[in-house]
């Protein structure tokens, strides 16, 4: 995956040529693969704490899906999306989006990267697409070390969806990439909010924590149901939202409604992006 | 200057665009369509002649009777608060259901929550509930002679209404609303669309004020006749306290593998034998209301400010030590109200209940009398 991002065919356009060179400094930070490490470890201490304890959890005990991974190590890439979402993959994200602008301004190296306010609106545009590029990664890692470890340490068969129907292997997969494209859509809102917030500031440490409070604030403003004409509205109202591509059949208004959610999302913060970096004064 | 003002023009014009389209794609929910004209009887004589028996779709389900916000634990499915539990689960919040039918003896019925799902499906004479927080399912099969009953019961209402006389469903309609017309008036509304069809809307008005209904509004496809959104809204309020109503609906048949099902392994299976044609599976042991010594319920008054009282026997003290009944009610004179926008409950201390979409006074007086 990084890697195969990073070998993108390169045009000779000098966007391509940014983007290429921005997944790979992206991919080669020392950071990036700390982060994607601590996610991946996630499905990997989840599947060895089930796998430990003597008695397997019961139905309905621990997070949804943990009492499946016993019987179907398929579960446990799923067990621990559950898990991540509310908390981790924001976080790391929220690292990633807020660092774009922000990081470049800090070290110095954005006047460098501007030719003029072309080269800005195609920088923001490559530096969007490497914070969604990790957005992706993120959500695989966690996707991909769950059914490694899951298939390394428990049994590996038909999956039971939520409906109660059972779905071969193959199946399975198909879905669980599905989940993975729908937690990754789930994310590019708040990478538009991090873009935004990181053009407003120098500091990247502050953008990364206003980015990362944020993503708690919508969650807890979700949580409330005084607020409910909100929900709607929040970004991360329809975050736990893939499990309905876990029903038979599968149901589809979820996923359309949360990806018209983060367009919306993503078309705001990019125009304010847009607005405040390029009438930002970088040169001094 | 002018240059700064419009490079951030697109901050400005993107969020309104935005906007702008959310609103359109709201006011489009709630347009209008001019059909022809037809009175109230025509409109319950459509509803008589509809023949839909299959369908796939979606429903959505919201309550906003004012009762007060319960946590999530007290009322959840999986709960150990059993029926109470799972129906005042219902009474609260909203909830969406996918629902498969194929003819009078298929159907399916799947209640979506977040990260589980619970289904009911019925494929002749076999009955499965499954909830997958719980990986539970229960099997019932009913009994051969009440499938029959079953299938017929939709069609039949018109012979049950008026026995030995089997009227045309324009008849039967003409009669039906000559007998409510002393209680309700019924009208037809203005014309909406549901579920993206054209709908005619059928009004009923209680003609009492003693009652908490302020109207009951039904959308019938302008198609098919079949009922497409059933609204009931509370006196002198405008958005309906309860509402129930199809967001999408395919009129095709769906496919079979949708009604068979087969427990997943690793679920726990329940065999339940009804030995009661009208035994409710979810109650546990069938004819357990007449162990906790719940006596026949009585009726007064009649049409929309009827009121419902029953001897609780020892279902009272149950009922009244639950922690969930103190944080719903208050004291009142001689028992406990519990007050919603469209329902009143009265629990006596000498152990009735009354229940009637009614003002608590008039439950009180009830109690008074007897």
Redesign the interface.
Known sequence: MPSDLVVRPARPAAGWALLSSELSVLFRRRRTWAMLAALAAIPILIAVAVRLSSSPPA??EGP??L??VT?NGLFVGITAL?VSIPLFLPLTVGVVAGDTIAGEASLGTLRYLLVGPAGRVRLLFVKYAGAAAFCLAATMTVMLAGALIGAALFPV??V?L?????VAVAESAVRALLVAAYVTVSLLGLSAIGLFISTLTEVPVGAMAATIVLSVVAQVLDSL?QLDWLHPWLFSHYW?GF??LL?Q?I?W?SFGDNAALQA?YV??F???A???F??KDVLT | MTR?WQ?????L???TL?GAGALVNASQAGATVDLPDRTAAQVLAMIGESSVDALSG?LEQTSDLGLP?LPTEATGA?GGTGTGGAALELLT?SHTA?VYLDGPSRLRV?V?D????R?AIRNEREI?L?S??????THIVAPADQAPADESADRTTDEQTMPGHVGTPAEVAEELLAAIDPSTRVTVGTDTVVAGRSAYELVLTPRTTQTLVGSVSIAVDSETGLPLSVAVTARGQDEPAFRIAFT?IDLSTPPAA?FE????????VTELVPDLPSAIPESGIPGSTTLLGIGRPTVSGSGWDAVVEMPLGLAATVLTDSPLLEQLTHATAGGRVLESALITVLVTDDGRILVGPVPPERLLAAAGTR
């Open positions: 139905a309905g949804p899906f009492d499946r019987q559950v068969g038909p039971t939520l409906s109660g129907d059972t149901s736990l499990a309905d029903r059949p149901s208004a919306a078309l705001v990019g125009a304010l847009y607005g405040r390029v009438t | 700064t490079r951030w023009l697109p901050a014009v993107v969020p935005i979606t916000e999986g919040g996918r799947q979506l977040t990260l589980a799902e289904d499965w499954y997958s927080a719980d990986n539970a399912a999408q949708r099902f087969t427990p997943p392994p690793g679920a726990t």
